[in-house]
């Protein structure tokens, strides 16, 4: 599969079918993930690939994070969108796998007086670190789609960082996003582009 099919055929899957995906498949898509650029050429990420007894504590845990999000779906999207996204946080779609993507933990404070180049020198390695990990999890979404697996990017169980570290046994590392893995069991519609997002100068 070529780079611009993946790009505009992946979707985010919220429904998966409950097969198991092979170790083998999923340290293929790892790989790959980590070819990812990274800030320094760090490469200052962590994954922690779960499956069995611990994906269904860890799920549970995830279901609790959907309250946090709920006034803001409640907000964007019609009810019906709202209840089909609370039903995936339930169970996260039946995905087997869950792969959460870590960055190191840095200490720092920002103040509101602070002027920008100071700011950004002061969480510069967090910085280059989140931009690195979201890299690694775009190339990771796109390989799996490549292999015919389904993954769903989610942001929102950060809300309970510290209760899904404490499942994981995770220490001195900070969650950035975490995708269930699975066998895709719908196909959703294509969403479309919002509005112009280029601005040209020179040409």
């Known amino acids: 599969m070529d780079v611009s099919t993946a790009i505009r055929g992946r979707r985010s899957i919220r429904k998966y079918k409950t097969d198991e995906v092979p170790k083998e498949l999923l340290e293929e898509v790892l790989s790959e993930a980590l070819w990812a650029p990274s800030g320094m050429n760090r490469q200052e990420w962590q994954l922690v690939v779960v499956r069995g007894e611990t994906r269904d504590r860890l799920a549970r845990v995830i279901a609790e994070s959907a309250r946090y999000i709920r006034p803001r779906l409640e907000e964007l999207f019609k009810e019906k969108i709202v209840q089909l996204t609370l039903h995936f946080f339930a169970n996260l779609g039946d995905a087997p796998v ?23 020198h002061t969480e510069f390695r967090r910085y280059n670190a989140l931009l690195s990990a979201s890299a690694l999890m775009q190339n990771l979404l796109l390989a799996a789609y490549a292999r015919g697996l389904g993954t769903c990017w989610m942001t929102a169980p950060k809300y309970l960082e510290d209760e899904i570290n404490a499942v994981l046994g995770v220490e001195d590392l900070e969650l950035v996003a975490l995708t269930p893995i699975g066998y895709p069991d719908q196909s959703p519609p294509v969403p479309p582009r919002k509005g112009e997002k280029i601005r040209w100068i020179g040409f």
């Open 98 to 120: 869950i792969v959460c993507v870590y960055i190191p933990k840095e200490k720092f404070t920002i103040t509101e007086d602070m002027p920008g180049l100071q700011r950004y």
